[in-house]
T-cell receptor
Framework: KQEVTQIPAALSVPEGENLVLNCSFT??????LQWFRQDPGKGLTSLLL?????REQTSGRLNASLDKSSGRSTLYIAASQPGDSATYLC??????????FGTGTRLLVSP | GAGVSQSPSNKVTEKGKDVELRCDPI?????LYWYRQSLGQGLEFLIY????????KSGLPSDRFSAERTGGSVSTLTIQRTQQEDSAVYLC?????????????FGPGTRLTVT
């Protein structure tokens, strides 16, 4: 059974810092991994999708990596901004269609 | 283009009543998913549709929960005889196809409160 863990649970940084969010999963038979952000009271916004054959994906200031052998993914946010404040969730897809979600990292970027 | 939409956005109901939650997926997306987000359990999968069929219902927590999809589009999640532990945000997602390679896009959710 796939289990997904995210560390840290919460993170507070000043504006402009680069930061890394961590996601680990127990089953390396993963088809893809998705990173989402969730603003309070809102749904999920997809940020990046990494296929199992890829090692990383980039979108603007975001870069996500995937290492299946170690069961880890990281989301790197460059030059953080207050607008980046949200909860970040990673989710693994083991090919049975459903996503298995981590517990999330709550990020606060202070001006 | 239009994203996934859900209605209602908020629903307050009394314990024991039935509720229906609606999801409109992105046009052309053949796969549709329901998830539930609650404080104690995080985000958990409920059911998946491919077309109008539900190959995986493994996440439905009890037989009070059911879902259907018609015309390969709109889906309805029904909860009968609601209980307080059903209070949660119910999220719907859709993807272009089934299988592990497709990105899932989420709607804004329906917040259900059972009093």
């Amino acid at each position: 059974k796939q289990e997904v863990t995210q560390i840290p649970a919460a993170l507070s940084v000043p504006e402009g810092e680069n930061l890394v969010l961590n996601c680990s999963f127990t089953d390396s038979a993963i088809y893809n991994l998705q990173w989402f952000r969730q603003d309070p009271g809102k749904g999920l916004t997809s940020l990046l999708l990494i296929q199992s054959s890829q090692r990383e994906q980039t979108s603007g200031r975001l870069n996500a990596s995937l290492d299946k052998s170690s069961g880890r993914s990281t989301l790197y946010i460059a030059a953080s901004q207050p607008g980046d404040s949200a909860t970040y969730l990673c989710a693994g897809n083991t090919g049975f269609q459903k996503l298995v979600f981590g517990t999330g990292t709550r990020l606060l970027v202070s001006p | 283009g239009a994203g996934v939409s859900q209605s209602p956005s908020n629903k307050v109901t009394e314990k024991g009543k039935d509720v229906e939650l609606r999801c409109d997926p992105i046009s052309g997306h053949t796969a549709l998913y329901w998830y539930r987000q609650s404080l104690g359990q995080g985000l958990e999968f409920l059911i998946y549709f491919q077309g109008n069929s539900a190959p995986d219902k493994s996440g439905l927590p009890s037989d009070r929960f059911s879902a259907e999809r018609t015309g390969g589009s709109v889906s309805t999640l029904t909860i009968q005889r609601t209980q307080q532990e059903d209070s949660a945000v119910y999220l719907c997602a859709s993807s272009l196809g089934a299988g592990g390679g497709y990105e899932q896009y989420f709607g804004p959710g329906t917040r259900l409160t059972v009093t």
